[in-house]
């Protein structure tokens, strides 16, 4: 059973910056595709940023201000997240699958492994 472990949630000032850390009980086939989703309170669990096959993804709401990437030697995934925004608060998640999402990166049901969950909260 692929097991995933997230870490470096906390509490930042608006403008700051926090890097996610999602440790894989093993990167192999079975992780093959990995992505980070958010979760606020109200709101449906929204997939901000994915990566597979070479590539990266990135919702609209967050581009230009994320970077996923992932070390396969520690088998790590991480979220660097910068110029944070109140609206980033969310509870963050890391997710895997063997298979390659496409078109459904963003969607929670293409990935079957998931983490237990770090809180981030961004203040005005």
């Known amino acids: 059973q692929v097991q995933l472990g997230e870490s470096g949630g906390g509490s930042v000032q608006a403008g700051g910056s926090l890097r996610l850390s999602c440790t894989v009980s093993?990167?192999?086939?079975?992780?093959?595709?990995m992505g980070w989703f958010r979760q606020a309170p109200g709101k449906e669990r929204e997939g901000v940023a994915a990566?597979?096959?070479?590539?990266?993804y990135y919702s609209d709401s967050v581009k230009g201000r994320f970077a996923i990437s992932v070390d396969v030697a520690k088998a790590t995934l991480y979220l660097q997240m910068n110029s944070l925004k109140p609206e980033d608060t969310a509870m963050y998640y890391c997710?895997?699958?063997?298979?390659?999402?496409?078109?459904?990166?963003?969607?929670?049901?293409?990935?079957?492994?998931w983490g237990q969950g770090t809180q981030v909260t961004v203040s005005s």
């Open positions: 093993e990167y192999t086939y079975r992780t093959a595709s």
């Open positions: 990566i597979y096959g070479g590539g990266t």
């Open positions: 997710a895997a699958t063997r298979w390659r999402p496409g078109s459904m990166w963003s969607n929670e049901f293409a990935y079957n492994y």
